[in-house]
C-alpha cells in the first residue's frame, strides 16, 4: 500500500493558500533566483524562501532528514565543484581573479604536475551558490510535509497537466515514502533472521554483496507495486474519458494577493536581469586585496 509523507493539520498561513498557487509560487521563485548570481539579490530570495518555510510551522526535527541530504550534496557541490576543480564557475567569475592560494605538486614516480589555485572570488561564488540552492531547498522541500496529501492529483490537474501526468506526480510524491517503509519492513526482518547491517565490512564490492539482502527485497517490491497500481489503473479504464477528482479547491483574495505579488516578482527579475543588466556575479571591493 503507498503511504505518504508526515503531513498533519498545523492551522498555519500556509494551509490556507490554494496549493495551486503555492506551486506556482515555488515555481517562479525557482525561474526568478535563477536569473541572479549576485550574493545581494539572492540575500533578498534567501530572506524571503524563510519566511515563506516559517509560514508552514513545520518542525525542523521533522524535515531533518530532508536537510541533512542536502547539506551533504550542497557540500559535494561546493567543495568538489568549486573549491577544488573551480568548474562549477566557470564563465560566471570574471577573466582578472585574486588568488588566495597557490599550491603546485608533483606527484612521485610519475612527474605528473598539479597545481590548486584558490582565488577570493571563488570563495565569494561558493557563498552564492549556498545562498541559492538553500533558498531553493526551503521552498521546495516543505511543501511535502506542509501539503495535504489528497490534494496532490487536483493540484497538478489544476496546473494544466492531463489525468495521466496528474496522477503520475501524485504517484511520484508517495513513492520515496513508501520506498522508506519497505526499507524499514525489510531491515526489520533481516535483523530478525539474524542479519546485522553493522557489521557490514570489506572493500566495495564485498560491501554490496552484504547488502543484497536488503537491496534486492526492496527493489522487487518496488517493481511489484508498481505492476499492482498500473494493472489496478487499467482495470479501472484510467484515462480512457476525462476524470472526476475528489477534492476540490477555489481561489480565495489571499490566492490572487500571492499570484499578483508572483507575477511581479517575476517580471522585477526579468527586466533587472535582462534589460538592466543587474544580478551578474558581485564581489565587495574591501575584499578584493591591494
Same mark, same amino acid.
Given at each position: ?30 525561474? =526568478? ?27 525542523? #526535527?521533522?524535515? #531533518? ?33 585574486? /588568488?588566495? !592560494?597557490?599550491?603546485?605538486?608533483? !606527484? ?8 590548486? $589555485?584558490?582565488?577570493?572570488? $571563488? ?14 531547498? &526551503?521552498?521546495?522541500?516543505?511543501? /511535502?510535509? =506542509?501539503?495535504? /496529501? ?6 497538478? #490537474?489544476?496546473?494544466?497537466? /492531463?489525468?495521466? !501526468? ?7 510524491? @508517495?513513492?520515496?515514502?513508501?520506498? &522508506? ?7 526489520? &526482518?533481516?535483523?530478525? +533472521? ?21 537491496? !534486492? ?18 482495470? @479501472? ?16 483574495? +489571499? ?36
Amino acid at each position: 500500500m503507498l503511504v505518504t509523507w508526515q503531513y498533519r493539520i498545523r492551522n498555519s498561513l500556509m494551509e490556507t493558500f490554494d496549493p495551486r498557487a503555492r506551486w506556482i509560487f515555488s515555481l517562479i521563485f525557482l525561474v =526568478s533566483i535563477s536569473f541572479f548570481w549576485d550574493v545581494r539579490f539572492l540575500a533578498g530570495f534567501f530572506v524571503l524562501a524563510f519566511l515563506w518555510y516559517g509560514s508552514a510551522r513545520v518542525p525542523l #526535527k521533522e524535515t #531533518k532528514r530532508a536537510w541533512i541530504l542536502i547539506s551533504f550534496l550542497l557540500f559535494m557541490m561546493i567543495f568538489i565543484g568549486t573549491i577544488i576543480t573551480g568548474g562549477g564557475a566557470a564563465g560566471i567569475l570574471p577573466e582578472n581573479t585574486h /588568488p588566495l !592560494v597557490i599550491w603546485n605538486w608533483t !606527484v612521485p614516480l610519475t612527474g605528473w604536475p598539479i597545481m590548486f $589555485r584558490l582565488t577570493y572570488e $571563488r570563495l565569494w561564488f561558493a557563498l552564492a551558490q549556498i545562498l541559492r540552492v538553500t533558498a531553493i531547498s &526551503a521552498v521546495f522541500i516543505i511543501i /511535502p510535509y =506542509s501539503m495535504d /496529501p489528497r490534494l496532490y492529483g487536483f493540484t497538478f #490537474k489544476g496546473l494544466g497537466l /492531463p489525468d495521466r !501526468v496528474a496522477y503520475a506526480m501524485d504517484l511520484a510524491f @508517495r513513492y520515496v515514502p513508501t520506498l &522508506a517503509r519497505d526499507f524499514g519492513v525489510t531491515l526489520d &526482518a533481516q535483523r530478525a +533472521r539474524g542479519y546485522e547491517i553493522e557489521r557490514v565490512e570489506g572493500g566495495l564490492i564485498s560491501q554490496i554483496a552484504k547488502v543484497a539482502p536488503l537491496i !534486492v527485497p526492496v527493489t522487487m517490491n518496488s517493481i511489484i507495486g508498481g505492476e499492482d497500481v498500473t494493472n489496478a489503473m487499467d482495470l @479501472r479504464c484510467f484515462g480512457i474519458k476525462p476524470r472526476t477528482w475528489l477534492e476540490k479547491t477555489d481561489f480565495r483574495q +489571499r490566492d490572487i494577493v500571492l499570484l499578483v505579488f508572483t507575477g511581479v516578482m517575476l517580471i522585477a527579475s526579468i527586466i533587472l536581469s535582462v534589460v538592466f543588466h543587474f544580478g551578474t556575479f558581485w564581489m565587495p571591493a574591501w575584499l578584493i586585496p591591494g
